[in-house]
């Protein structure tokens, strides 16, 4: 019902940055919360950033280096990611909350594709 479309990723060298997109599309009444998850090779997927509203939390890994925002009106999520080290390599992942019209209001929750961030020099 609902896609989530990553794009930003790429190679960055250690103490680079990078801004990670994600916008939602499809059937969206409203949008409850979005956040950005990563995956290692070889490691479970962790919580990185989640906003709801406009309260935001954060893993203690990235606080004070990445910064998650929202633009409500675009249905996207931003995640800025400053100071970046080797061990911020991963695919990060998209997600979504929301509720949804179809024949009444159903909740929902969607991943993207993910996009793969390398820190390497």
């Known amino acids: 019902q609902v896609q989530l479309v990553e794009s930003g990723g790429g190679l960055v060298q250690p103490g680079g940055s990078l801004r990670l997109s994600c916008a939602a599309s499809?059937?969206?009444?409203?949008?409850?919360?979005m956040g950005w998850y990563r995956q290692a090779p070889g490691k479970e997927r962790e919580l990185v950033a989640t906003?709801?509203?406009?309260?935001?939390n954060y893993a203690d890994s990235v606080k004070g280096r990445f910064t998650i925002s929202r633009d409500s009106a675009k249905n996207t999520v931003y995640l800025q990611m400053n100071s970046l080290q080797p061990e911020d390599t991963a695919v990060y992942y998209c997600?979504?909350?929301?509720?949804?019209?179809?024949?009444?209001?159903?909740?929902?929750?969607?991943w993207g594709q993910g996009t793969q961030v390398t820190v390497s020099s």
């Open positions: 997600n979504a909350d929301y509720t949804y019209w179809s024949d009444r209001y159903y909740p929902g929750s969607s």
């Open positions: 499809g059937r969206i009444f409203s949008i409850n919360g």
């Open positions: 906003i709801t509203s406009d309260i935001t």
